[in-house]
């Protein structure tokens, strides 16, 4: 059902945003408001967070003007390098309702 | 007084994370805050949106682990181009307390 949205939509509705156009995440954003879900939550790590509130902006300043920023996470996640080290990057996560 | 911590921090105590090192946006905010500052403001547009939000995880993870976000706003900001135009931009400013 949600394959047709792409791969930057994960199973549980989030929204990850990447290296992508910004364009293909607004999109998947605009779509699942538009189809019913209650709430979309959008997810970056790193230079993707920038990207990421770019989005957020896109789709209510040009789509959905009514959209609530309903919470907005800050956090630090610890990933796992080739070699075994361990690297912390920052992650946002925003959570958007109509 | 608020002169020697440098450029990147504006008379009402906003920290503006443009594009110099990192440490140097943490420090601004851990002085601010071990100074008796009820709380700060970090802020940023663009591509520094994401050097923002590793000023904020650095200053929780590495000095100040009681930090709490008080508040972040993601907005659209209009900046005028040399030849007239506008352009938009992302912002964030993410408040922080202890």
Redesign the interface.
């Known amino acids: 059902m949600q394959s047709d949205q792409g791969s930057q939509l994960s199973d549980d509705g989030t929204v990850y945003v990447g290296k992508k156009n910004v364009m293909s995440y607004v999109m998947a954003v605009v779509t699942q408001l538009n189809n019913g879900a209650s709430d979309v939550k959008v997810k970056a790590r ?5 990207r990421a ?2 989005v ?2 896109i789709v ?2 040009r789509f959905i003007s009514n959209l609530k ?1 309903s919470d ?1 996470k ?3 996640e610890e990933l796992q390098n080739e070699d075994g080290s361990t690297s ?1 990057v ?3 996560t ?1 959570t958007m309702a109509k």
Do not use: A, H
């Open positions: 790193g230079r993707s967070i920038s509130v770019d957020t902006q209510k300043n920023f907005i800050l956090e630090t912390r920052s992650s946002i925003i």
